[in-house]
């Protein structure tokens, strides 16, 4: 194209012949040098010396006639024939994960997957040219015969690496020493797509629902604690509200009641002064009032404390009892009136199921208390074996135990005492 191009470097070219394709350049330093253009490659070079017959590397003119040539050279003139009987390429070798069979190369060489490359060695064959003399070109094409990457070199061996899935050829070639051209071997093959990968898959869905569920649970876990904890409101607020009702009946019977019963007695005084059986009746009903209502609000656990009025409790429901408390537990009990009360009313219960079911005769209670607001209640009597469990035991009162040390934190246990009678114990952890 009217432009000078750079075709070999570094010979000192004494003579130069331009036959068609064919340029031959005679050189001192390097023999004899065959150049022909390539539509892919662009220059083609092959160099004849010493090895190929020329009797020195100083080669100073070219005479070129039909197909013979006159080489002058410092030794003399030598006659060469350049050769016109193509090479042919012969496939050798293919390789991928294992080496591949003959046979397999006649037709399409299937990869599967993750194999996506393959190793393709050819071996030139001709009676003029020795085996390492051979230049190789190496063509890669897809499905469509679009060319991927070509290579021209002196290595019989091409790696076609890291190919998408699809299907693919290989066109090998060899040169001659004469730069002729042998006809393409071709080897086809294909590279498999991944298959769908279902145990991924699987396992991503079941991650997927392992997520959502654990969600879902920890959603449902907080939805049922803060129902939990609304309940618990709710019985706390329900309790208080039946203490709030029972003082305020205890208030109207001591207010109105007691009351309406002392004028009835001053007038049974002045109308009936000789009928002291009547006053009597009436003061008996008064001090009954006066139980009922202790017993609706206990006024004890406000004016002497929790201790001294579980004691007060277990005196005035069983004669014979022993009651036993640690050293200043009663300035260690630093609950909320609340929780004392709700404490209260489970002995209360306690001991009107001992006295109405047990035919004990001896009950002992025992109260501890700690610094570290931890608090251990413990009831026990000699009377018949008395299980929570069972149906015939089981009412509202052993429920209303339940409840009220639920709302309170306790931990709560009905075992059998040391000589087998019954042992009631209420834990506050603090």
Known sequence: DDE?????????????????????????????????????????????????????????????????????????????????????????????????????????????????????????????????????????????????????????????????????????????????????????????????????????????????????????????VLRNRELALARSDLANEAERERGRIARDLHDQTLADLRSLMMKSDRLLPDNPEFRGEIESVSTEIRRICEDLSPSVLENVGLVAALEFLLSRSVANHRFTANENSDELVKFPLSVQLHIYRIAQEILSNIKHHSSADLVEMSVEAFVDQRLILTITDNGMPFSPNSAIDRGRGISNIRSRANIINAQIAWDEGPEGHNLFTLIIAG
């Open 4 to 224: 000078l191009q750079a075709v070999v470097l570094g010979y000192d070219v004494r003579d130069l012949i331009v036959d068609g394709r064919d340029i031959w350049a005679a050189t001192e330093n390097g023999g004899l040098l065959h150049i022909v253009p390539d539509e892919l490659y662009g220059w083609v070079v092959s160099d004849l010396n010493v090895e190929q017959g020329l009797p020195s590397q100083k080669v100073f003119a070219l005479l070129k006639d039909d197909n013979e040539m006159l080489i002058g050279t410092n030794r003399g003139i030598v006659s060469y024939q350049p050769s016109s009987v193509a090479p042919k390429v012969l496939i050798s070798r293919v390789l991928s994960r294992r080496l591949h069979d003959p046979a397999e190369w006649t037709g399409t060489i299937a990869l599967e997957f993750p194999q996506n490359s393959l190793l393709v060695e050819a071996s030139g064959l001709s009676s003029r040219t020795f085996p390492e003399q051979f230049q190789y070109s190496f063509l890669l094409k897809d499905a469509a015969g679009k060319m991927i990457e070509k290579r021209l070199s002196r290595e019989a061996q091409y790696s076609a690496a890291n190919l998408k899935p699809g299907e693919y050829s290989i066109e090998a070639r060899a040169y001659s020493k004469d730069l002729l051209v042998s006809e393409p071997a071709v080897v086809r093959f294909s590279i498999a797509m991944s298959p769908f990968p279902w145990t991924a898959t699987a396992l991503g869905v079941l991650l997927f629902i392992a997520i959502l569920a654990l969600i879902w649970a920890i959603v449902e876990r907080r939805r049922i």
